[in-house]
């Protein structure tokens, strides 16, 4: 068994991922060399998983307030009111380098731990998204990642109870050593019934619930904020495991619990498990906190404070109580089957005290161990700007040739391999299920829809941080506004490599700087997150990847639009302004083999002016048929619309931009809207009028998709295209 | 009718059951708790709704067939009380005797959720009688052990009697492999006892019955509980 008094030499400080300079602020701030639990504490605290203290300083700068934000960043999860008495809460968290250690478990962990932060908060969750990263298909490890994230994510929130709506999957070479799995959980609550970490009152019992602690994820936070290297293989014990029937139990209990009035304050055991927990609730509210770890329920007996400390099992909840609640709060759990038990007291020290078997094994400053952990200003450097590539400069290919190979590649191809394995149903309130451009689900009980997207073009962000973070913005307002959804708030995933590097550490603070600008222009305000660093193996970074998870608003979910194409012979009007914007585009890189150039700029302006346009129009009623356009252009947004109607169109050539740009440019701020002719007339006159490009660019009809003067193509053909990569790759042997 | 649902831990389909059960009913269902020992009184309907029971870590629905309150549900069937399985309580009622067989892991060894065509095969129950004979009705799956197997005997003698009653078909109506999503015995979907009061089905009616889902063909084998049972007081 570790003994608590081992020498703490340099090589035990280097294991527990402390810097030398941060060993020496812990010397000086206890005056003494710490006890090894000491050290396993401050570890757990001050990584960067859990300090942000690469990332703070920028973080402070982003727009985190509105007229609806109840609860910005801060606490478990943002929350944001949607009128008639109730909130939205919500985050999204990343759970990247578990993930690629242990597929299943990482990703059924991730579920479970923003499920938790989620009904920390009061809320009962109604949706999850998720938006993964992997790499190149044919790297030997891909296939083994894919099947093991895809059956972790459904295997955790089938069994829990909740949809899963939608998310992106993308592949790429920059994720071959480290994919990124990003999960994101939506719940509800009354706006009078939230509930928060920061615990008040001296002297009140702290309540221990859930699931036992055992020796799984021990250091996981620690290992979440390092690079891997080869021996990636050892870090498989810091992964934890995930136990969905538990997580409903606790569930059902933690609602049934707030209800009785008993809550004080209340925080989940997520990373860095019973440290974290304790220190947030005792730094947040100004008071110290003593835990007595012979009273901790545990899995396994001879556990030590360390062990204890940072175990990062699952399931698990601290709970400040009002003491004369606690017998009714012990029956909830008693009727639960889960473990209750009082393991500690708030006092007013300021201090963290922690006892085992009648031994101090830590006595810490709270505060500097929470909210005044250190906080860096890494050096950082602006990426070089790219040039605008010209479309003379990518090859022009036929177009439905183009199409066709397109929308049946790895990046392109319909998902449905994917989220079938997903019970997206659950619940009965999914109004658009995946494969939208924003998954609709309605607020029980009312008429009233929220949309949810998740978005981000890490190659854009690649090219140019501060665009491509615009652009993570603005595409998840776009496909908020798609559906009819009022774009309300925004939940970020800030995945990045080393911040140590001036260069990765600038792309973290172009891509902040350009979600910010598009936020404020947008009224899109960021009221949750998390921050992933370290994202790299043997020194290759991944791409920036700052994932956007948008919650949009709606008042009638039966006016919500998809993109199909419906059965009348319909017009199609095209929204937004095209240049043929080819450099980055997905276009340039199946047939340039390039990603060259600057991405294509965001004029938040009229990214806001054309979203408005396109809402109100189906507010209104007057249209029902939209879709947004993104990777892969014109040509891509209008064959998935004819496939997900199983309907022909045929949209002619612009006359001005080359074929391959028009088709599959990815100017931004664009739509789709198909509609009556009398109708498109109407909205087109309209548009142009305030200010809007739009034009009647080609009609619904037939079993064919036509493109300018290419050869028409089946749409049942390009069906098959579309659905055939995935299960196909998918079954070949691993 | 006087329906009551089951409620075991893990369960997480009873919402759903209860919000269909109320909409073609207009009687909320009583929420019964696993470990109580008797059923409401008066109850004409017992619904043991999906999920994943006690975390379907053992086989599924094991556990939950030997709760207490099971002892009464089997207690309701021996008296000819009608009795609705669906998904894990599909799973549960087959595992407690109430029905034949059993569900294994789909043959895909994946979770699948999907609507997919069923084939009203029997009308002659109290659960059917609202559809036509040979209908194809849509309706959601969301399982990852649905596959149904049974010895030969068995499923001769379901088939000889008319107890197959939902078959998983493709749009017109016929019945292949590929429509098939999870590789059960002759494409069974549902099946009901040969007294014809207990019936296990492992898609999801509840999940289609109003416009927001998509179709309403989920909302007839409620109507034909309705019709079946005596209004309630």
Redesign the interface.
């Known amino acids: 068994m570790l003994r608590n008094d081992v020498p703490i030499t340099p090589e035990l400080v280097k294991s527990h991922g402390l810097k030398p300079d941060e060993y020496q602020r812990i010397l000086d701030l206890i005056g003494r060399e710490p006890t090894l639990t000491e050290l396993g504490i401050f570890s757990a605290m001050w990584n960067e998983h859990c300090s942000y203290k690469s990332s703070k300083k920028w973080l402070k700068t982003m727009p985190v307030s509105g007229p609806r934000v109840i609860q910005g960043p801060g606490e478990n999860a943002g929350v944001v009111d949607i009128g008639d008495g109730q909130a939205v809460i919500f985050k999204m968290e990343s759970h990247n380098h578990p993930s690629y250690i242990e597929p299943y478990q990482g990703a059924t962990t991730g579920v479970g731990g923003i499920l938790r932060d989620v009904f920390t908060m009061g809320a009962r969750p109604v949706a999850c998204m998720n938006a993964l990263r992997f790499g190149e298909p044919d790297h030997p490890k891909t296939k083994h990642i894919v099947s093991g994230v895809v059956a972790g994510i459904g295997g955790y929130g089938n069994s829990f109870g909740v949809p899963t709506v939608g998310g992106e999957v993308n592949f790429h070479p920059r994720y071959n050593g480290n994919c990124l799995v990003n999960a994101m959980a939506v719940g509800l609550a009354d706006t009078d019934k939230i509930f928060y970490s920061k615990a008040e009152g001296v002297g009140l019992p702290v309540v221990y619930l859930g699931s036992k602690t055992g020796r799984d994820g021990v250091g996981g936070a620690t290992m979440a904020s390092a690079e891997f290297d080869d021996k990636i293989e050892e870090k498989r014990p810091t992964v934890q495991v995930g136990d969905p029937f538990s997580e409903k139990l606790l569930l059902e209990a933690t609602l049934e619990l707030m209800k009785t009035g008993a809550v004080v304050a209340i925080q989940d055991m997520g990373a860095a498990g019973l440290t974290c927990s304790a220190v947030e609730m005792g730094a947040k509210g100004d008071l110290g906190l003593e835990l007595n770890l012979d009273a901790v329920p545990c899995r396994e007996p001879g556990m030590t404070a360390y062990e204890m400390m940072l175990s990062e099992s699952q399931e698990r909840m601290l709970m400040v109580l009002h003491p004369d609640k606690r017998a009714a709060a012990e029956a909830v759990f008693r009727k639960w089957g889960l473990d209750f038990a009082v393991v500690g007291y708030t006092t007013d020290t300021l201090r963290f005290v922690v006892k085992h078997h009648g031994e101090v094994m830590a006595d810490l400053p709270i505060k500097e161990l929470g909210d005044q952990a250190p906080e860096y200003d890494r050096p950082w450097v602006a990426a070089a700007k790219r040039p605008v590539i010209g479309a003379g400069d990518v090859p022009a290919v036929d177009i439905a040739d183009a199409l066709e190979k397109i929308i049946a590649t790895p990046d392109m191809c319909s998902r449905r391999w994917v989220w079938e394995q997903y019970d997206h149903l659950i619940q009965g309130n999914t109004a658009q299920r995946p494969g939208g451009d924003a998954a609709v689900v309605r607020v029980e009980g009312t008429r009233k829809g929220l949309g949810i997207s998740c978005d981000v073009t890490p190659r854009y962000c690649e090219a140019d941080p501060f665009e491509g973070g615009k652009q993570a913005i603005a595409e998840a307002y776009r496909n908020l506004s798609a559906v009819g959804a009022l774009p309300i708030a925004v939940t970020d995933n800030l995945n990045f490599g080393n911040p140590e590097k001036p260069e990765i550490m600038g792309q973290f603070v172009g891509c902040v700087q350009g979600i910010s600008q598009a936020c404020i222009a947008l009224d899109f305000p960021i009221v949750s997150g998390n921050v992933s660093l370290y994202n790299e193996t043997n020194g290759q970074a991944i791409l920036p990847t700052p994932a956007i998870g948008g919650v949009g608003l709606m008042a009638d979910v039966e006016q919500m639009a998809t993109i199909a194409l419906k059965p009348a012979d319909e017009a199609i009007v095209l929204i937004g302004a095209t240049e043929g914007w080819l450099g980055q585009s997905i276009y340039q890189r199946e047939f340039a083999g390039r990603e060259e150039g600057a991405p294509p700029p965001v004029d938040l302006a009229s990214e806001r002016r054309h979203g408005e346009f396109v809402r109100g129009l189906i507010e209104q009623g007057r249209i029902a048929t939209v879709h947004d356009l993104s990777d892969g252009g014109l040509a891509v947004a209008v064959a998935e619309m004819a496939i997900a109607g199983k309907r022909g169109a045929r949209v002619e050539a612009s006359g001005q931009i080359a074929d391959h740009a028009y088709f599959f440019g990815e100017d931004q701020g664009r739509y789709l809207i198909a509609a009556p002719r009398a109708v498109a007339e109407a909205v087109v006159a309209e548009a142009v009028a305030g200010g809007i490009p739009a034009a009647i660019i080609g009609s619904v009809g037939g079993s064919e998709l036509q493109l300018g003067a290419s050869r028409a193509i089946l749409v049942s053909k390009l069906h098959h295209q579309h659905e055939a990569w995935f299960p196909a790759y998918m079954s070949q042997e691993l | 009718m006087k329906a009551a649902v089951l409620v075991f831990?893990?369960i997480?389909?009873e919402?759903?059951m209860a919000?269909?059960l109320a909409a073609v009913s207009g009687v909320k269902p009583a929420m019964v708790w696993h470990t109580d020992t008797d059923l409401p009184a008066g109850t004409d309907l017992v619904v043991v709704p999906g999920?994943?029971s006690?975390?379907?870590?053992l086989r599924c629905g094991a556990i939950a067939a030997r709760a207490p309150i099971m002892r009464a549900v089997a207690a309701h069937a021996e008296r000819g009380g009608l009795v609705l399985g669906v998904c894990n309580g599909f799973q549960i009622i087959t595992e407690a005797g109430l029905l034949p067989g059993a569900l294994v892991r789909n043959a895909s060894m994946?979770?699948?959720?999907?609507e997919v065509n069923l084939k009203v095969e029997n009308r002659e129950t109290a659960f059917t009688s609202a559809y036509r004979h040979g209908q194809v009705i849509r309706c959601?799956v969301?399982h990852?052990e649905g596959n149904y197997v049974a010895d030969d005997g068995t499923i001769a003698e379901l088939e000889a009697e008319g107890r197959v009653v939902f078959r998983y078909c493709d749009p017109t109506g016929h019945i292949s492999p590929a429509a098939n999503p999870n590789g059960s015995t002759n494409a069974i979907a549902g099946i009901i006892n040969a007294r014809g009061n207990v019936l296990g089905m492992m898609p999801?009616p509840?999940?289609l019955i109003e416009?927001?889902?998509g179709g309403l063909d989920g909302r007839p084998l409620f109507d034909s509980l309705v019709a079946a049972l005596p209004k309630a007081a």
């Open positions: 831990p893990g997480n389909r919402t759903d919000k269909a999920g994943f006690y975390g379907d870590y994946k979770f699948i959720c999907k959601p969301a990852g999801h509840e999940n416009a927001l889902h």
